[in-house]
């Protein structure tokens, strides 16, 4: 069975402090994609990022960077020098190539930064 | 590019009473198309998918019925309506399995 850990579940930094996002998972496939999503309180899902299984590269993306570990299974978020509009629920999912790419989330973990 | 709707934005129903949300998506032919609920607590559940017109895919046993009249259209409903219904449900849309999601603005619905 596939499943989506993130442990912690709420998260309180002050702006400009670096903060990283944990997220394990677990699954049989050989091949399957992860996935960052971050809500903001207006509810929307907005997509941040997705990654194969076939490739661990490391990514950065302003000041969003995302490290990935299949020895680990594990699939970290690092916001660099966090700021008041990051406040949000981030949620990781994974999805394989069965049941048409349905995404298993973790629960989310709920970061607020503060000015 | 491609855009997804969902209406209404908020809803207060009463128990005992029907449903119907609705999800359009544009910009985009023969998508996947996915209803997904948020209760209390964050935790996002699958409740149906769709990979065509007509074709539709129950995940969780429940209360409530999912419907691919058109293309790009993907309605959920219910025809008696439980407490344990609230929540906030989006509607997603994927070209095929394992591509990225594209979520809807959600409905936040109440059920008093």
């Known amino acids: 069975a596939q499943k989506v850990t993130q442990a912690q579940t709420e998260i309180s930094v002050v702006e400009k402090e670096d903060v990283t996002l944990d997220c394990v998972y677990e699954?049989?496939?050989?091949?399957?994609?992860l996935f960052w999503y971050k809500q903001p309180p207006s509810g929307e899902l907005v997509f941040l990022i997705r990654?194969?299984?076939?490739?661990?590269q490391n990514e950065i993306s302003g000041r969003y960077s995302w490290n990935f570990q299949k020895s680990t299974s594990s699939f970290n978020f690092t916001i660099t020098a966090s700021q008041v509009v990051d406040s949000a629920v981030y949620f990781c999912?994974?999805?394989?190539?069965?049941?048409?790419?349905?995404?298993?989330f973790g629960k989310g973990t709920k970061l607020s930064v503060k000015p | 590019s491609q855009t997804i709707h969902q209406w209404p934005a908020t809803l207060v129903q009463p128990v005992g009473s029907p449903l119907s949300l609705e999800c359009t998506v544009e910009?985009?032919?023969?998508?996947?198309l996915y209803w997904y609920r948020q209760a209390a607590g964050r935790g996002l559940q699958l409740l149906f998918y769709?990979?065509?017109?007509?074709?539709i895919s129950s995940e969780v046993p429940q209360n409530l019925s999912a419907s691919r009249p058109q293309d790009r259209q993907f309605i959920l409903s219910s025809k008696k309506l439980l407490l344990s219904d609230s929540g906030f449900y989006l509607c997603?849309?994927?070209?095929?399995?394992?591509?990225?999601?594209?979520f809807g603005p959600g409905t936040r619905l109440t059920v008093l």
């Open positions: 997603a849309w994927g070209r095929r399995a394992g591509d990225t999601q594209y």
């Open positions: 699954t049989r496939d050989t091949t399957y994609y």
């Open positions: 990654r194969n299984s076939f490739d661990e």
């Open positions: 999912a994974l999805s394989g190539l069965g049941s048409q790419g349905n995404l298993i």
């Open positions: 910009g985009t032919s023969n998508p996947n």
């Open positions: 769709s990979v065509g017109i007509g074709q």
